[in-house]
């Protein structure tokens, strides 16, 4: 038999099977997944750190030319300005819960334990509040029930959170995975975008480019909106602390300027500022300080974020909340960024199929 006559492979079998390609795709992507799982988590706050600061790094870049240093640079002015102050508030608060869990604990394991003297004095309600108590401290098998459960749960979330303050390594570890991934989406972001971007159009088509545009506006109107919210707040708590006269107002404000960066965390600042003045008896200063931070300071998180967001986007005022609440409870703190934006999405996919429909319509 000569060369010529040797079988050739036939040309459509050259490529392989589209299914053993498919089988061979979905093993890698689920041990790739598994991997990574645990990083998921940093290198999603990267991003959205990347996302939100790009603008900032094209502005360094007129001055710094070369990628890399301004990559380097950008990456040590978030960790200098966003990730050391946080990680600095972070021991000392877990370390000052944990305490006050233990108290907490103490205190209702006591069955002697009075309420303070100070919440008699309270108009209107402290006698209300003296006599519930009084009530549930007599109802035995109520209290006993409720207090295993309320230990239980306190015994968990106190477990937790000495788990994560003593898991120091892992911490350390996810925030320079963080560190590295923003450095390489400075270097690379636009790139990695792009070759997203071209991956997604080729399987979706054309039709998904519209609503990828949404993914950068919204993530930096839901970052912006934090940071500018969090300003405010605490101009205007520290404002009302200085005027209260509350003893360390420059530290509180400092710190409720940090805790405000997450949904309701200025309260965890001037709800035990002002029981302060009603302890000391000054009443009329609790009322003001009470109302001037739940109207105003709290006020501003329904106000100066939906601003931000709704301006980097279309999305109504009540998609916005939804997308803020939503995401939060679906996928914890980084679902305050991921919620506007697939709701976003979604808008612009629905307002896509609404033209298209009214193209596909015959004019009468």
């Known amino acids: 038999m000569n060369d010529g006559d040797m079988p050739t492979e036939a040309s459509g079998s050259s490529g392989g099977s589209p299914i053993v390609r498919g089988l061979l795709l979905a093993a890698l992507l689920v041990g790739a997944g598994t991997m990574l799982l645990s990083y998921v988590d940093p290198l999603l706050w990267a991003a959205i ?50 305490s006050e869990v233990a108290r907490l604990r103490s205190f209702l394991a006591n069955p002697k334990a009075e309420l303070p003297s100070w919440i008699a004095h309270i108009p209107a309600l402290g006698p209300r509040i003296e ?56 270097l690379k972001g636009p790139e990695i975008w792009q070759g997203i971007r071209t991956i997604l159009k080729h399987w979706g088509g054309p039709g998904v480019e519209e609503p990828l545009d949404q993914i950068a506006p919204v993530t930096r109107g839901v970052v912006y909106g934090m940071v500018f919210t969090a300003l405010a707040q605490a101009i205007f708590a520290g404002a009302g602390f200085a005027f209260a006269g509350i ?3 420059l530290l509180l404000t400092l710190l409720l300027f940090f805790l405000a960066l997450f949904p309701m965390g200025a ?28 109207v105003v300071v709290g006020g501003m998180e329904n106000v100066i974020k939906p601003i931000f967001i709704g301006r980097s986007s ?12 939503g995401g939060i409870e679906a996928f914890g703190i980084i679902g305050l960024f991921i919620g506007p ?24």
């Open 49 to 98: 750190l990347a996302f939100a600061t790009y603008p900032f790094l094209t502005f360094l870049r007129r001055y710094v030319r070369r990628p890399l240093l301004s990559s380097l640079l950008m990456t040590v002015l978030v960790l200098t300005l966003v990730l050391v102050p946080l990680l600095s508030f972070a021991v000392p608060l877990t370390k000052e819960i944990l």
């Open 131 to 186: 006599q519930a108590y009084q009530n549930f401290r007599a109802h035995t098998p109520s209290l006993s029930i409720y207090m295993d459960r309320l230990q239980s749960d306190l015994l968990t979330v106190g477990g937790r959170l000495f788990a994560l303050m003593n898991d120091v390594g892992k911490i350390a570890v996810k925030t320079l995975v963080l560190l590295l991934g923003l450095f390489s989406f400075y």
């Open 247 to 249: 003893p360390g107002a």
């Open 267 to 294: 309260l965890a600042v001037w709800l035990p500022a002002s029981i302060t003045l009603l302890v000391q008896g000054r009443t009329m200063a609790f009322i003001l300080f009470l109302l001037w931070n739940a």
């Open 314 to 325: 279309e999305l109504p005022f009540i998609l916005i909340l939804l997308g803020v609440l």
């Open 341 to 364: 934006v697939l709701l976003a999405i979604l808008q612009t996919i629905w307002q896509e199929g609404i033209r298209v429909g009214e193209k596909a319509e015959p004019k009468p």
